[in-house]
């Protein structure tokens, strides 16, 4: 499974490694309905550690889209909001 | 639905948005390619701005740190010549000029990292537009409405991605850059009005003036001594700043910074 991370690149990821990255994706999703930019800053670094950590870079001319994507590291938690709330954040 | 997937889902339904409204596949691959290479120019654009704003806050650092040094050395000459108030007063206008040089040298350091990051995404982004190319060419040569859409969507998706990606990159470091930009001018006001010490010594410096005064002052004093032991009116004078007590008296209150907009 290809991921990205926004900012940084893309890195393929074994399947066996979902089930951790998608609990961690809830912990930042409560976060981020929490409105707790502490536990968001946390969770996001913790999730984006182990992407890279679990992950095999992409070679820079692959021209793969992502199946996940993931919001780059000194991200705020309003501009996470805006970008799932799809208002033109980032660019068609 | 968890943040990952709905981000992918949004970059997606932006490329299909963009797939959708072109009838002849190959009319897309070529439009997509000019829009590439657009924003790869817009990508060096973007490096070139944030290395502008780099070295200007490099400069500034620079021209700082020469006053900070010049009222280092005038304390030290305040204190030789016996008075702790003006070196006082020196070390400390000596002590905000070093905070404003680490709040420099963070700046500074955001700057760079966005500008190594944004270095990264124009060189990957450009390896994308390349392959992109070639894919494009391909598809083109061996068109088939049929077999050619599934394929043409695939590489679309891949670089529509890598585009998004690398285009709210360089937003984000112009707004960065711009937040910047009006610190970096601010300071430079700051330095064009005096309220930061010209180091260029062109403006009248209150502490450099009353040490020169003093200088002055002994000087003379020290001439006359001079002519009046040639004259055999009195013992030969000591020349050592260090000795004796300064001619000029001491300021009853030493002059505070003036502020941004005072009158020098």
């Known amino acids: 499974m290809i991921v990205r991370i926004m900012g940084e690149g893309q890195v393929q990821i074994a399947d066996g490694d979902l089930g951790v ?26 999730l984006l550690d ?26 705020s938690i309003e501009e996470v909001r805006e970008m799932l709330g799809d208002s033109g954040l980032i660019p068609g | 639905m968890s943040v990952m997937k709905r981000l992918s889902m949004i970059f997606k339904s932006k490329a299909n948005k963009a797939l ?40 500034q650092i620079n021209q700082i740190e020469q006053q900070s040094s ?54 990957r982004l450009q390896a994308k537009v390349d392959s ?20 043409i969507n695939e590489a679309f998706s891949g670089i529509s991605e890598e585009m998004g990606d690398v285009g709210l990159a360089i937003q984000r470091a112009e707004d960065k850059t711009a937040q910047m930009q009006a610190r970096a001018g ?21 502490i450099q003036a009353e040490l020169d005064r003093m200088g002055g002052g002994r000087d003379v004093e020290l001439e006359l001594a001079r002519m009046k032991a040639e004259l055999g009116q009195g013992p ?20 505070q910074l003036r502020q941004p907009g005072e009158p020098a």
């Not at chain 1, 890279?52 to 870079?57: E, F, L, N, Y």
């Not at chain 2, 309220?195 to 260029?200: E, G, P």
């Open chain 2, 70 to 123: 010049r009222l280092e050395d005038q304390g030290r000459k305040a204190l030789s010549v016996g008075r702790e108030d003006l070196a006082r007063e020196a070390l400390s206008r000596r002590s905000s000029l070093q905070t404003q040089i680490a709040d420099l040298r963070v700046q500074h350091d955001n700057l760079q990292a966005e500008e190594e990051k944004l270095t990264t995404a124009s060189q």
């Open chain 2, 20 to 59: 959708d409204k072109m009838e002849d596949p190959r009319e897309t691959l070529d439009y997509s390619y000019q829009r590439q290479l657009e924003l790869l120019q817009k990508v060096r654009r973007g490096v070139a701005d944030v290395a502008t704003s780099r070295k200007r806050v490099e400069l």
């Open chain 2, 186 to 206: 601010a300071i430079d006001e700051l330095l064009a009005s005096g309220a930061l010490d010209d180091f260029s010594g062109s403006r009248n410096d209150d």
């Open chain 1, 50 to 75: 182990k992407v890279r950590h679990v992950g095999k870079a992409l070679p820079d001319d692959s021209l793969e889209p992502s199946e996940l994507i993931l919001p780059p590291a000194d991200a």
């Open chain 1, 21 to 46: 990255l998608n609990e961690l994706d809830s912990e930042l999703e409560a976060a981020i309905e929490a409105d707790d930019e502490p536990e968001f800053r946390d969770k996001l670094h913790a």
């Open chain 2, 132 to 151: 992109f190319r070639h894919k494009k060419e391909t598809i083109k040569a061996t068109y088939t409405a049929a077999e050619a859409q599934t394929r």
């Open chain 2, 236 to 255: 030969a004078p000591q020349p050592s700043l260090e000795q004796g007590q300064p001619q000029a008296q001491p300021q009853s209150q030493t002059q």
